[in-house]
Protein backbone atom coordinates (compact mmCIF):
# COMPACT_ATOMS: atom_id res chain seq x y z
CA UNK A 1 0.00 0.00 0.00
CA UNK A 2 1.46 3.19 -1.06
CA UNK A 3 -1.39 6.03 -0.99
CA UNK A 4 -1.61 7.95 1.98
CA UNK A 5 -4.78 9.58 3.72
CA UNK A 6 -5.75 13.11 3.39
CA UNK A 7 -4.18 15.30 6.45
CA UNK A 8 -5.60 18.05 8.49
CA UNK A 9 -8.95 18.66 10.29
CA UNK A 10 -12.52 17.85 9.34
CA UNK A 11 -11.28 15.14 6.97
CA UNK A 12 -13.04 11.96 5.97
CA UNK A 13 -10.31 9.38 6.33
CA UNK A 14 -11.12 7.09 9.22
CA UNK A 15 -11.41 4.47 6.65
CA UNK A 16 -8.23 5.07 5.28
CA UNK A 17 -6.50 5.96 8.78
CA UNK A 18 -7.59 2.85 9.83
CA UNK A 19 -6.40 0.50 7.37
CA UNK A 20 -2.90 2.76 7.07
CA UNK A 21 -2.25 1.66 10.92
CA UNK A 22 -3.46 -1.69 10.32
CA UNK A 23 -0.66 -2.29 7.34
CA UNK A 24 2.33 -0.69 9.67
CA UNK A 25 1.35 -2.61 13.28
CA UNK A 26 4.21 -5.12 13.21
CA UNK A 27 6.70 -2.60 12.59
CA UNK A 28 5.13 0.35 14.64
CA UNK A 29 7.19 0.12 17.83
CA UNK A 30 10.03 -0.47 16.02
CA UNK A 31 10.14 2.65 13.88
CA UNK A 32 8.87 4.73 16.57
CA UNK A 33 12.10 3.82 18.46
CA UNK A 34 14.20 4.80 15.46
CA UNK A 35 13.30 7.45 14.08
CA UNK A 36 12.32 9.54 17.60
CA UNK A 37 16.16 7.69 18.65
CA UNK A 38 14.78 6.67 21.92
CA UNK A 39 13.34 9.69 23.18
CA UNK A 40 9.96 8.87 22.42
CA UNK A 41 10.13 7.07 25.53
CA UNK A 42 11.34 10.39 27.90
CA UNK A 43 8.09 12.20 26.14
CA UNK A 44 5.96 9.49 27.24
CA UNK A 45 7.53 9.45 30.95
CA UNK A 46 6.41 13.26 31.00
CA UNK A 47 2.99 12.67 30.20
CA UNK A 48 2.23 9.96 32.56
CA UNK A 49 3.47 12.26 35.52
CA UNK A 50 0.98 14.85 34.66
CA UNK A 51 -1.62 12.38 33.67
CA UNK A 52 -0.93 10.53 37.23
CA UNK A 53 -0.58 13.84 39.35
CA UNK A 54 -4.35 13.92 40.32
CA UNK A 55 -4.44 10.05 41.83
CA UNK A 56 -7.14 9.18 39.19
CA UNK A 57 -8.84 5.56 39.54
CA UNK A 58 -10.17 5.38 36.12
CA UNK A 59 -8.22 6.19 32.85
CA UNK A 60 -8.87 5.71 29.76
CA UNK A 61 -5.88 6.06 26.97
CA UNK A 62 -7.18 6.76 23.58
CA UNK A 63 -5.92 6.19 20.23
CA UNK A 64 -3.93 3.86 22.34
CA UNK A 65 -2.43 2.00 18.94
CA UNK A 66 0.17 -1.01 20.40
CA UNK A 67 -0.43 0.45 24.41
CA UNK A 68 2.65 1.83 24.99
CA UNK A 69 1.39 4.57 26.58
CA UNK A 70 -1.44 2.46 28.44
CA UNK A 71 1.30 0.53 29.77
CA UNK A 72 2.99 3.28 31.11
CA UNK A 73 0.38 4.49 32.89
CA UNK A 74 -0.76 1.26 34.17
CA UNK A 75 3.05 0.43 35.18
CA UNK A 76 3.10 4.09 37.14
CA UNK A 77 0.05 3.69 38.76
CA UNK A 78 -0.76 -0.37 39.24
CA UNK A 79 -3.78 0.42 41.28
CA UNK A 80 -5.74 2.56 38.21
CA UNK A 81 -7.74 0.87 35.99
CA UNK A 82 -6.64 1.57 32.25
CA UNK A 83 -8.49 1.19 29.31
CA UNK A 84 -6.93 1.69 26.05
CA UNK A 85 -9.02 2.17 23.27
CA UNK A 86 -8.43 2.13 19.22
CA UNK A 87 -10.29 1.17 16.18
CA UNK A 88 -7.18 -0.63 14.63
CA UNK A 89 -7.90 -4.30 15.87
CA UNK A 90 -4.28 -5.21 14.82
CA UNK A 91 -2.61 -2.61 16.80
CA UNK A 92 -5.08 -3.39 19.87
CA UNK A 93 -3.60 -7.66 19.55
CA UNK A 94 0.22 -6.08 19.50
CA UNK A 95 -0.68 -4.30 22.66
CA UNK A 96 -2.22 -7.17 24.61
CA UNK A 97 0.92 -9.10 23.97
CA UNK A 98 2.84 -6.77 25.48
CA UNK A 99 0.82 -6.41 28.51
CA UNK A 100 0.91 -9.51 29.03
CA UNK A 101 4.68 -10.22 28.41
CA UNK A 102 4.61 -7.29 31.38
CA UNK A 103 2.12 -8.81 33.51
CA UNK A 104 0.20 -6.01 33.64
CA UNK A 105 -4.05 -5.86 33.44
CA UNK A 106 -5.18 -3.54 31.16
CA UNK A 107 -8.42 -3.33 29.77
CA UNK A 108 -8.21 -3.39 25.39
CA UNK A 109 -11.13 -2.52 23.52
CA UNK A 110 -12.43 -1.38 19.99
CA UNK A 111 -13.73 2.00 19.57
CA UNK A 112 -13.82 5.13 17.68
CA UNK A 113 -12.64 8.21 19.67
CA UNK A 114 -15.09 10.60 18.09
CA UNK A 115 -17.89 8.30 19.20
CA UNK A 116 -16.56 6.58 22.10
CA UNK A 117 -18.52 3.87 23.66
CA UNK A 118 -18.89 4.81 27.23
CA UNK A 119 -21.32 6.43 29.57
CA UNK A 120 -20.42 10.38 30.40
CA UNK A 121 -18.05 11.18 33.02
CA UNK A 122 -16.51 7.39 33.07
CA UNK A 123 -12.65 8.44 33.38
CA UNK A 124 -10.96 10.22 36.07
CA UNK A 125 -8.47 10.72 33.29
CA UNK A 126 -8.14 10.71 29.29
CA UNK A 127 -4.92 10.34 27.83
CA UNK A 128 -3.78 10.48 23.61
CA UNK A 129 -0.37 10.00 22.68
CA UNK A 130 0.02 10.81 19.11
CA UNK A 131 -2.95 10.07 17.70
CA UNK A 132 -5.00 13.24 18.45
CA UNK A 133 -3.73 14.43 15.26
CA UNK A 134 -4.99 11.53 13.56
CA UNK A 135 -8.29 12.33 14.19
CA UNK A 136 -11.14 13.77 11.53
CA UNK A 137 -12.49 16.51 14.06
CA UNK A 138 -10.58 17.74 16.38
CA UNK A 139 -13.24 20.09 17.96
CA UNK A 140 -15.45 16.74 18.50
CA UNK A 141 -12.66 15.02 19.61
CA UNK A 142 -12.49 17.38 22.25
CA UNK A 143 -16.20 17.30 23.06
CA UNK A 144 -15.78 13.72 23.01
CA UNK A 145 -13.14 13.60 25.41
CA UNK A 146 -14.60 15.98 27.98
CA UNK A 147 -17.87 14.24 27.76
CA UNK A 148 -16.46 10.95 29.32
CA UNK A 149 -14.07 12.65 32.06
CA UNK A 150 -15.75 13.21 35.46
CA UNK A 151 -15.72 16.80 36.31
CA UNK A 152 -12.18 18.03 37.81
CA UNK A 153 -10.74 15.02 35.66
CA UNK A 154 -7.99 15.88 33.64
CA UNK A 155 -6.92 15.27 30.05
CA UNK A 156 -3.11 15.25 28.58
CA UNK A 157 -2.69 15.27 25.09
CA UNK A 158 0.83 14.42 23.95
CA UNK A 159 1.38 15.00 20.09
CA UNK A 160 4.43 16.39 17.36
CA UNK A 161 3.54 19.93 16.74
CA UNK A 162 4.13 21.83 13.57
CA UNK A 163 7.81 22.31 13.22
CA UNK A 164 8.96 26.17 14.84
CA UNK A 165 10.37 28.77 12.74
CA UNK A 166 14.08 29.24 12.20
CA UNK A 167 17.42 27.14 11.94
CA UNK A 168 15.96 23.73 14.43
CA UNK A 169 12.39 23.90 12.69
CA UNK A 170 14.03 23.51 9.64
CA UNK A 171 16.40 21.03 9.99
CA UNK A 172 13.68 19.12 11.19
CA UNK A 173 11.17 19.92 8.75
CA UNK A 174 13.89 18.83 6.64
CA UNK A 175 14.24 15.56 8.13
CA UNK A 176 10.44 14.84 8.23
CA UNK A 177 9.99 15.19 4.91
CA UNK A 178 12.87 14.08 2.90
CA UNK A 179 14.98 11.02 5.63
CA UNK A 180 11.07 10.12 7.48
CA UNK A 181 9.58 9.01 4.51
CA UNK A 182 12.76 6.90 3.34
CA UNK A 183 13.50 5.02 6.20
CA UNK A 184 9.73 4.76 7.32
CA UNK A 185 9.04 2.89 3.65
CA UNK A 186 12.27 0.81 3.88
CA UNK A 187 11.46 -0.92 7.36
CA UNK A 188 8.00 -0.80 7.17
CA UNK A 189 7.47 -1.62 2.82
CA UNK A 190 4.88 1.32 3.26
CA UNK A 191 5.88 4.66 1.95
CA UNK A 192 2.46 6.32 2.40
CA UNK A 193 2.25 5.32 5.93
CA UNK A 194 5.04 7.69 6.39
CA UNK A 195 4.56 9.94 3.70
CA UNK A 196 1.66 10.61 5.87
CA UNK A 197 3.17 11.20 9.02
CA UNK A 198 5.26 14.47 8.55
CA UNK A 199 2.69 15.64 6.50
CA UNK A 200 -0.51 14.89 9.39
CA UNK A 201 2.34 17.08 11.65
CA UNK A 202 2.60 19.81 9.25
CA UNK A 203 -1.46 20.17 8.71
CA UNK A 204 -1.68 20.14 12.51
CA UNK A 205 -2.41 22.93 14.44
CA UNK A 206 0.46 24.62 16.32
CA UNK A 207 0.25 24.47 20.30
CA UNK A 208 -1.24 28.05 20.77
CA UNK A 209 -3.95 27.01 18.36
CA UNK A 210 -4.42 23.52 20.14
CA UNK A 211 -4.60 25.14 23.33
CA UNK A 212 -7.48 27.88 22.21
CA UNK A 213 -9.57 24.81 20.88
CA UNK A 214 -9.04 22.84 24.01
CA UNK A 215 -10.02 25.83 25.93
CA UNK A 216 -12.97 26.78 23.87
CA UNK A 217 -14.66 23.03 24.66
CA UNK A 218 -14.01 23.79 28.78
CA UNK A 219 -11.12 22.83 29.68
CA UNK A 220 -8.22 24.95 31.77
CA UNK A 221 -5.02 24.37 29.42
CA UNK A 222 -1.44 24.48 29.57
CA UNK A 223 0.95 23.11 27.31
CA UNK A 224 4.63 22.67 27.19
CA UNK A 225 6.74 22.35 24.47
CA UNK A 226 9.97 18.94 24.70
CA UNK A 227 13.45 18.60 22.97
CA UNK A 228 13.25 21.88 21.29
CA UNK A 229 9.52 21.68 20.52
CA UNK A 230 9.59 18.28 18.45
CA UNK A 231 6.64 17.18 21.03
CA UNK A 232 4.26 19.11 22.96
CA UNK A 233 2.21 18.37 26.06
CA UNK A 234 -1.53 19.75 26.50
CA UNK A 235 -2.85 19.24 29.92
CA UNK A 236 -6.44 20.36 29.93
CA UNK A 237 -8.10 19.95 33.54
CA UNK A 238 -12.06 19.97 33.39
CA UNK A 239 -13.93 21.99 36.21
Known amino acids: MTSRPPVGDRQDRGREVQAMFASIAPRYDLLNRVLSLGVDRAWRREAAREALALSPRRILDVATGTGDFALELKARAPQAEVVGSDFVPEMLEIAREKARGRHLDLRLEEGDALNLPYPDGSFDAVTCAFGFRNFADYARGLSELWRVLTPGGRLVILEF ?48 RLAGLMHATGFRTRYRLLTFGIAAIHVGDRG
Open 161 to 208: PPPRPGLFGALFRFYFRQILPRVGALVSGNAGAYTYLPESVLAFPDPG
